[in-house]
């Protein structure tokens, strides 16, 4: 309807609700065509390969050894555990053992170690006997 065809109160009502009516017409059907691709989408993502496994690592190592996954995460359980007691084993190993005197520690000390300054090489030793020279 034109503009100046509305002359009443109730015409230009009916005609508000008029086009409110046809703007919910048009919102409904972009949402039902929109629902229809969406349909569409989640059909050809169902359809496609799952993009993570629930156990990724044990995928993996099926993947590299051609095995069953099942089968993959038996075998990472079992050398995981193996691991773990081996590296036990080897720290009660080292935490009993004796420690070792070699033919270096077993050498008489020095003047300078005896009052704790320790010569690693004789370089250093005759920088430092230069520098108490020159303090003292």
């Excluded at 520098?131 to 003292?136: A, D, F, M, Q």
Aim: with cysteine; proline share 6%; hydrophobic share 40%.
């Amino acid at each position: 309807m034109r503009p100046e065809r509305i002359t009443g109160k109730t015409t230009r009502e009916v005609c508000e609700a008029f086009r409110k009516l046809e703007g919910e017409l048009e919102t409904a059907r972009a949402a039902q065509e929109l629902e229809g691709k969406a349909a569409a989408l989640n059909a050809a993502l169902a359809k496609g390969p799952a993009v993570q496994h629930a156990n990724p690592q044990a995928a993996s190592i099926s993947n590299l050894l051609r095995i069953p996954v099942d089968d993959a995460v038996n075998w990472y359980a079992l050398v995981a555990s193996l691991a773990l007691e081996l590296a036990s084993m080897a720290a009660m190993m080292r935490a009993e053992s004796r420690p070792v005197l070699h033919p270096e520690s077993q050498r008489p000390r020095e003047k300078s170690e005896k009052r704790g300054v320790p010569e690693y090489n004789t370089a250093i030793a005759a920088a430092l006997r230069k520098e108490r020279r020159i303090k003292g």
